[in-house]
């Protein structure tokens, strides 16, 4: 349930409102916007009758959320959010340019990559640490010692980190080193883990699962906002379907749909729904024109030798030309970056 206050609702209006739905055993989740306040209520709201607010003379409507997450609901904030990553602003008409590597495999590609990347646009660096794999035998990353080359890559560049978490057991290290932790598909359901990253107040990017629904996905965000982070980043990367050509199916409804849905910010990674190079610039112009906040896009110096992924990445010219292809399309629905 979300009570809607009236324009210019004065502090004590609302502080009023919330004690009356505190005292009844539930929490709130105040939100004030340039026209109006709202005031969601969180818990058992069949223990709230909502005449008792519609009778308030500050109280504009009493409104019921039939969805089951609240806080990455719109209708519980019904601006867009903006996640600020080290300084990179994402989503409400701010585009994240999100490039690098798959895995991290040395300093001097990482760097080589990062300079490159930054140069065509790019305002943060991907880089993987820790590699989920469908194999056991498969390349499972360099651990640590990769974070620890991403931050050498940051302190050379400027550009942010973001890195895939696969464990609560390096949460800390993660919360120290990198500026945008990543949940992949594979955890998106990893309810321990998502509770985990409600402990700290560092911006997540959170992947939709290859079989998840919109309401399964929005569900998970809403998992680590319950648990007191409210900093989710959604990302479309493709779901399983019949197709076999392809790695995934790249679902662009998702994001004008989640956009409805949620006041989320949400950004396509194209090269993980295709698998294959050349799919990356149409599917980043297409992810572009319905409405996306970012891209993430991987980039590698050598693809054919690349210990991951290398079939997917784009080669560093490469990149240059798509972005300067994406910005045009940017610019004709008067979204520059």
């Known amino acids: 349930m979300i009570i809607v206050m009236k324009p210019r609702t004065t502090q004590e209006d609302i502080d009023r409102v919330v004690e009356k739905v505190k005292k009844r055993g539930l929490d709130t989740h105040v939100v004030s916007g340039d026209e109006m306040t709202i005031i969601g209520c969180i818990g058992d709201t069949s223990k709230l009758d909502p005449k008792l ?54 300093t001097e590609q990482v760097l080589e990559i990062a300079k490159s990347v930054k140069a065509s646009g790019a305002n943060l660096l991907r880089g993987g640490a820790f590699k989920p794999r469908t ?14 080359i991403l931050t050498e890559v940051k302190a050379e560049t400027g550009l942010p980190i973001v890195s895939e978490i696969m464990s609560p057991e390096y949460l800390d290290v993660f919360n120290e080193s990198v500026d945008l932790i990543q949940i992949g598909a594979r955890n998106m359901q990893n309810f321990d883990l998502l509770k985990h990253l409600g402990d700290i107040n560092k911006p997540i990017l959170l992947k939709r699962g290859l079989n998840a629904t919109y309401d399964e996905w929005i569900m998970s965000a809403e998992y680590i906002m319950a648990s007191g982070n409210e900093n989710v980043i959604l990302c479309e990367r493709g779901i399983r379907t019949f197709e076999t050509y392809t790695r995934n199916t790249l679902d662009l409804q998702a994001i004008p749909v989640l956009k409805r849905m949620s006041h989320l910010p949400i950004i396509v990674d194209p090269s993980h729904a295709g698998g294959k190079w050349w799919l990356v610039e149409p599917m980043a112009k297409a992810a572009v024109a319905t409405g996306a906040d970012g891209l993430m896009i991987e980039v590698h110096n050598d693809p054919e030798n690349a210990l991951c992924d290398g079939a997917q990445s784009l080669k560093p010219h490469t990149y240059h030309e798509v972005v300067e292809e994406i910005k045009k399309v940017a610019a004709a629905l008067g979204r520059p970056f």
Do not use: T, W
């Open 135 to 148: 194999s056991p035998y498969a390349f499972q990353g360099m651990g640590l010692e990769g974070l620890k």
């Open 53 to 106: 607010f519609e009778v308030d003379p500050s109280v504009e409507k009493v409104m019921h959320v039939q969805e089951p997450y609240k806080l990455a609901n719109r209708a519980f904030h019904p601006e867009d959010s903006i996640i600020d990553v080290a300084g990179v602003k994402i989503g409400g008409g701010h585009m994240a340019m999100i490039a690098g590597p798959c895995s991290v495999e040395s």
